[in-house]
């Protein structure tokens, strides 16, 4: 069975600092995809990222940046100079390629302070 | 005109009741999906259908029934609504990759936000 860990409920910043938020997960399968979405008090969904299980690169997008470690199954997101528009929740899920459906964690909610 | 919608976006129905939530998705996806999101729960998969014929429950699909009108239409029904189904509901469309398989990257409508009293 799949399992995604977001042990982080809560965090809160001031604006500028940065953070990270931590994702684990569990799978027994060799070829699976990571995501992180991002859900702001709108309430909306919004894909940010997805990695293949093969690609243990790192990767930045702005502000934005992803830490995928196969070795301690983690896919930590890490956001720098946090800005206020950051403020969400941010869920972490695991796709099983083979079942064809996501597992998500709980979820971290992301408070930034001015 | 969003990808993935969902009617209607608010509703208050009394326990006992059938409700239905409809989904369209004009993105030409092939795979949809419901999901009920709890607070502090994060998302839970209730159906998820691969294509107009194949229908699958997802880990807490008891008292959902779900219909696959077409391709671009997936309606979720609580045939008698009880208080613990009040949640935040969602749809999502999959899309497909280049090679012919799936990354499951989820594709979401806005929500309905359904209180059951």
């Known amino acids: 069975a799949q399992k995604v860990t977001q042990a982080q409920t809560e965090i809160s910043v001031v604006e500028k600092e940065d953070v990270t938020l931590d994702c684990v997960y569990e799978?027994?399968?060799?070829?699976?995809?990571l995501f992180w979405y991002k859900q702001p008090p709108s309430g909306e969904l919004v894909f940010l990222i997805r990695?293949?299980?093969?690609?243990?690169q790192n990767e930045i997008s702005g502000r934005y940046s992803w830490n995928f470690q196969k070795s301690t199954s983690s896919f930590n997101f890490t956001i720098t100079a946090s800005q206020v528009v950051d403020s969400a929740v941010y869920f972490c899920a695991l796709s099983d390629t083979n079942a064809g459906k996501s597992t998500f964690g709980d979820g971290t909610t992301l408070t930034v302070k001015p | 005109d969003a990808d993935v919608t969902q009617t209607p976006r608010n509703r208050i129905t009394k326990t006992g009741k059938r409700i239905m939530l409809e989904c369209s998705q004009t993105k030409g996806h092939d795979r949809m999906y419901w999901y009920r999101q709890d607070p502090g729960l994060g998302l839970r998969l209730i159906y998820y259908s691969f294509d107009v014929k194949d229908i699958n429950k997802g880990e807490i699909s008891d008292g959902y029934s779900v219909s696959r009108q077409a391709q671009a239409k997936f309606s979720l029904s609580l045939e008698s609504a009880i208080p613990n189904q009040t949640a935040l509901y969602f749809c999502?469309?999959?899309?497909?990759?280049?090679?012919?398989?799936?990354?499951?990257?989820?594709?979401f409508g806005p929500g309905t936000r359904l209180t059951v009293l």
């Open positions: 799978t027994r399968d060799t070829t699976y995809y």
């Open positions: 999502a469309t999959s899309a497909p990759m280049g090679a012919g398989g799936y990354s499951d990257t989820q594709y």
């Open positions: 990695r293949n299980s093969f690609d243990e």
